[in-house]
């Protein structure tokens, strides 16, 4: 099964950026939809940004669009996630996952495998 690393996170001051990484420890982005999910105390984890393997297409829940921007390296079997203009609303565990199809959809339900998470606080 594959395996997938977080890294990037960090502390921040508002209006900030940070990029986080997910490394696979296989390729799977040209057939596997892989996606970037949060989960801040006390909430449910949602979907943040999502790319499809096919055609590239992407999902942004609407609280990070304009400025958030996942991309994917397939030779290097990475997918990024770069935070613009960070909020505090923005601190939380962000995890990626991959998901059981190969469309953008974001839903949690559909991603089977998890990285272990890495920690983004923002503070004002």
């Known amino acids: 099964q594959v395996q997938l690393v977080e890294s990037g996170g960090g502390s921040v001051q508002a209006g900030g950026s940070l990029r986080l990484s997910c490394a696979a420890s296989?390729?799977?982005?040209?057939?596997?939809?892989i996606g970037w999910f949060r989960q801040a105390p006390g909430k449910e984890r949602e979907g943040v940004s999502c790319?499809?393997?096919?055609?590239?297409?992407?999902y942004y829940v609407d609280s990070v669009k304009g400025r958030f921007t996942i991309s994917r390296d397939n030779a290097k079997n990475t997918v990024y996630l770069q935070m613009n203009s960070l909020k505090p609303e923005d601190t939380a565990v962000y995890y990626c996952a991959t998901a059981l199809h190969s469309s953008y959809y974001c839903l949690k339900y559909d991603y089977n495998t998890w990285g272990q998470g890495t920690q983004v606080t923002v503070s004002s």
């Open positions: 790319i499809s393997s096919s055609d590239g297409s992407t």
């Open positions: 296989r390729s799977i982005f040209t057939i596997h939809a």
